[in-house]
């Protein structure tokens, strides 16, 4: 793996280089260096930054995505209400004048947005517990002490 050296020294282990005399290629190409390892490469890149950062704590990943995406919904779904109620049955934003509340896209988006941040918040729960019993299962810890300080 491309990022094995970071994942050791992460749990405290030491890692360092070993010289080595290169021979010369004698038949075809390197494909090493290609353009199509570049979205492995990245996606294997975002997989460590997760795990380095949330792989404890699913819930502060998930949870600030649902609390962005539900918010948002509700601020929408909320200004609709409010312009339902401010100006009746025919008033309301520019162009929407013959609509009613559910008619309206705008109304499934804020519905799509709040769901969506549901999904993302039970998506975290379910992380965190997944978390738990992996950690309570093996019998470690949720973290490691390199030294004690006396």
């Known amino acids: 793996h491309r990022f094995l050296p970071e994942l050791a020294s992460s749990v405290g282990e030491r890692v360092a280089e070993v010289p080595i005399k290169d021979r010369v290629r004698k038949h075809g190409r390197s494909k090493y260096g290609s353009v199509t390892r570049t979205p492995r490469v990245i996606l294997d890149l975002i997989t460590i930054l997760f ?8 819930i502060q990943f998930f949870g600030s995505i649902a609390l962005i995406t539900g918010g948002v919904g509700s601020l929408v779904g909320g200004a609709m209400a409010l312009t339902k109620i401010y100006h009746g049955l025919s008033g309301g934003w520019a162009g929407f004048h013959a609509y009613q509340i559910g008619d309206r896209p705008l109304f499934l988006l804020s519905f799509l947005l709040i769901l969506v941040g549901m999904q993302f ?17 093996r019998d470690r810890p949720t973290y490691c002490i390199r030294s004690l300080l006396t």
Not at 51 to 58: A, E, K, N, R
Not at 123 to 128: A, C
Request: proline share 4%; no cysteine; charged share 10%.
């Open 51 to 58: 795990l380095f950062s949330f792989f404890t704590s699913p």
């Open 121 to 137: 918040l039970m998506m975290g729960l379910l992380g965190e517990m997944i978390m738990r019993t992996y950690y309570e299962a």
